[in-house]
């Protein structure tokens, strides 16, 4: 067996009866990828080179331990899996008339159950549902409603039988997706709040269908993230303790690595798993049931976290594969244009950035707003001056969002620029502090590395010059000097305003707790709406324009610099390892 890369967790019942050492035992092993993003082939088509992880070497190791536990292997997948790599994108939005890559894959490799994730239903209704039809195995979430019919849009939960112990998988997703996405993409769909639909649907897998083994497959965090009155983004290890029964809990969507054995308040044993994210890892978790009096109960529980590093690729399915992935290449190596200058996005912590002022500006290009806002969305990545290609365009923007203009006033604007600049940088009260916000907590962690909040919130804007002076407290940091074309800026005007549709929906919370406009009044402020994704405009516009020179727009800085110049070297230093 492989060495796990975190310590496994166990829970063990002793039995002293000399009897039991005759007693009939079952092994069951199952086996969670979770937020994988198109991570199938170990190759990075963004960057083209080869990547660690990845389901051909998922595949290698469950063919493995098929070999060994046989049918008693179960194979669960865990949500976001269409959305990431541009093979992902191409087979999404352009290869639509053959089957879904992501089923294709997940069909090879034998999956029991699939969960959905919120990346999952952002490709919306046409993606996911063609992409549902296609998968062999059942498709899970007792939380997602039809709410023509009151009932699940699919499948509330499986039962999976191995020699004669009755499993339970019960599927839930995040209900906070109407947080990040356009209705449009969930029409006719409701998310239930989570901790109360297990509860339901646990009772139900032990009332009428007898089972005795209850797995939970959550396509949501471990605990944290947009709490509301109604639910919790991330309920994992809410549901672990408070929901009686269950004996497994798989999870994922935050990207951070997690093996732990809780005990309910119910005095059961619960496993907790989540592999983190791009088949990096697989959730493992053993159990060994013991029949008495007729029922088989959980003897012997672990979990642990396995590193799929060292894998042999599965030859056989990368070949299998060749032909579609060869059509990949010829989309991702397209020139689309050259840039005169190399990019990077960890410029943009700093200051002003030539990566994410080339965004904001090719936003406000297209659609004419006044101004414009943009975090960067991957930590550190570059784009090499040279040639430009469709490969280049995913590491430019990750995401498949839509681009929105709102209407939004200049106290709000004002508001959300202070929630943003809150959350990025520090408070300094000396020299010697830092200038950003950091957590030595969160070096580990794949979505944070070592901030104390998410990059992908750090906004800054264009069309208006604004200083952020780091020695003030939180809500008194931004002072907007005047718009970029030398007009005045004034807190009670109207403007329009250049956003993605993660933002614009509510994402980050930047226009809702920052900005302080109510949830469902943020449909009333979208003045327009691109058609396409984000990433289709941004690149036209680079095959009108050809060559482009990104630079700094320099219409913001950090202050003082007598404090922030050093820091912010010390910072570089300390995040990305700069001399």
Same mark, same amino acid.
């Given at each position: ?10 829970? @063990? ?9 005759? %007693? ?12 994988? #993003? ?33 049918? $008693? !292997?179960?194979?669960?997948?865990? /949500?976001?899996?269409?959305q990431g790599q541009p093979l992902s994108y191409f087979s999404n939005y352009i290869d639509t008339l053959n089957h879904n890559i992501a089923a294709d894959v997940t069909n090879y490799l034998g999956y029991d159950a699939q969960a959905i994730g919120n990346h999952d239903v952002e490709t919306g209704h046409r993606c996911y549902d063609k992409w549902i039809d296609e998968i062999n195995c059942p498709v899970l979430g007792a939380n997602i409603i039809d709410t023509q019919t009151g009932k699940p849009y699919v499948k509330p939960y499986t039962i999976i039988k191995r020699d004669g112990v009755r499993i339970g998988i019960l599927g839930l997703i995040t209900p906070a997706i109407p947080n990040w996405l356009p209705q449009d993409l969930w029409s006719g769909l409701r998310f239930e709040e989570m901790v109360s639909s297990a509860q339901k649907w646990v009772k139900v ?9 209850? !797995?939970?497959?959550? #396509? ?34 935050? #990207? ?58 599965? %030859? ?12 990949? $290449? ?55 001056? /040279? ?17 929105? !203009?709102?209407?939004?006033? /200049?106290? %709000? ?10 959350? +990025? ?17 969160? #070096? ?12 992908? =919130? ?26 970029? $074309? ?7 005007? +109207? ?9 614009? =929906? ?7 707790? /920052? ?46 610099? @007598? ?9 570089? @230093? ?6």
């Amino acid at each position: 067996m492989r060495k796990a890369i975190l310590t496994g967790c166990l829970f @063990a019942f002793c039995f002293f009866n000399a009897g039991m050492a005759k %007693e009939k035992t079952v092994t069951i092993k199952i086996i969670e990828t979770s937020d994988v #993003h198109g991570a199938f082939f170990p190759y990075d088509f963004i960057n083209r080179k080869p990547q660690s992880g990845s389901l051909a070497r998922v595949s290698s190791y469950v063919k493995r331990l098929r070999q060994t536990f046989g049918k $008693n !292997v179960i194979l669960l997948e865990n /949500g976001d899996i269409l959305q990431g790599q541009p093979l992902s994108y191409f087979s999404n939005y352009i290869d639509t008339l053959n089957h879904n890559i992501a089923a294709d894959v997940t069909n090879y490799l034998g999956y029991d159950a699939q969960a959905i994730g919120n990346h999952d239903v952002e490709t919306g209704h046409r993606c996911y549902d063609k992409w549902i039809d296609e998968i062999n195995c059942p498709v899970l979430g007792a939380n997602i409603i039809d709410t023509q019919t009151g009932k699940p849009y699919v499948k509330p939960y499986t039962i999976i039988k191995r020699d004669g112990v009755r499993i339970g998988i019960l599927g839930l997703i995040t209900p906070a997706i109407p947080n990040w996405l356009p209705q449009d993409l969930w029409s006719g769909l409701r998310f239930e709040e989570m901790v109360s639909s297990a509860q339901k649907w646990v009772k139900v897998l032990h009332e009428k269908e007898k089972t005795d083994v209850i !797995v939970g497959l959550f #396509h949501c965090g471990k605990e944290g993230g947009i709490t509301t009155p109604n639910y919790m983004e991330n309920a994992a290890l809410s549901i672990a303790r408070e929901v009686a029964g269950l004996n497994v809990v798989l999870f994922g969507h935050d #990207h951070t690595r997690y093996c732990e054995t809780l005990t309910a308040k119910s005095g059961q044993p619960v496993v907790c798993l989540d592999p983190a994210n791009n088949a990096m890892t697989v959730g493992e978790a053993t159990l060994t049931l013991a029949k008495q009096k007729g029922k088989w109960h959980v003897k012997i529980g672990r979990g642990q976290l396995v590193s799929m590093k060292d894998e042999p690729i599965d %030859e056989e399915f990368t070949t299998k594969f060749k032909p579609f992935t060869d059509r990949v $290449n010829d989309f991702v190596n397209q020139k689309i244009g050259e840039f005169k200058q190399t990019i990077y996005t960890r410029d943009s912590y700093f200051g002003n950035s030539a990566f994410n002022d080339l965004i904001l500006n090719l936003q406000s290009q297209i659609t004419g707003a006044d101004i414009s806002f943009n975090a960067p969305l991957s930590f550190d990545e570059s784009i090499q001056a /040279g040639p430009i290609t469709m490969g280049d365009m995913f590491n430019l923007y990750k995401f498949e969002n839509q681009l929105y !203009v709102m209407r939004l006033k /200049g106290a %709000e604007i004002h508001r959300y620029l202070e929630m943003s600049y809150g959350q +990025w940088v520090n408070t300094m009260n000396s020299p010697d502090d830092h200038l950003l916000l950091l957590d030595a907590q969160t #070096h580990g962690d794949a979505q944070r590395l070592g901030f104390k909040y998410f990059t992908f =919130n750090f906004d800054s804007a264009s069309g208006i010059d604004y200083e952020v002076d780091v020695t003030k407290p939180n809500g008194q940091k931004v002072n907007i000097l005047r718009m970029s $074309n030398g007009q005045p800026f004034d807190e009670n005007a +109207w403007y329009r305003v250049a956003l993605n549709s993660y933002r614009g =929906n509510g994402g980050g919370e930047l226009l809702t707790r /920052g900005a302080g406009i109510p949830q469902d009044s943020l449909e009333s402020r979208i003045v327009w709406r691109s058609g396409k994704n984000q990433r289709d405009y941004l690149a036209d516009e680079i095959r009108k324009e050809g060559i482009i020179d990104p630079q700094p727009n320099h219409n913001w800085r950090f202050v003082p610099e @007598a404090w922030v110049k050093p820091a912010a070297a010390r910072d570089r @230093a300390l995040l990305f390892k700069e001399k």
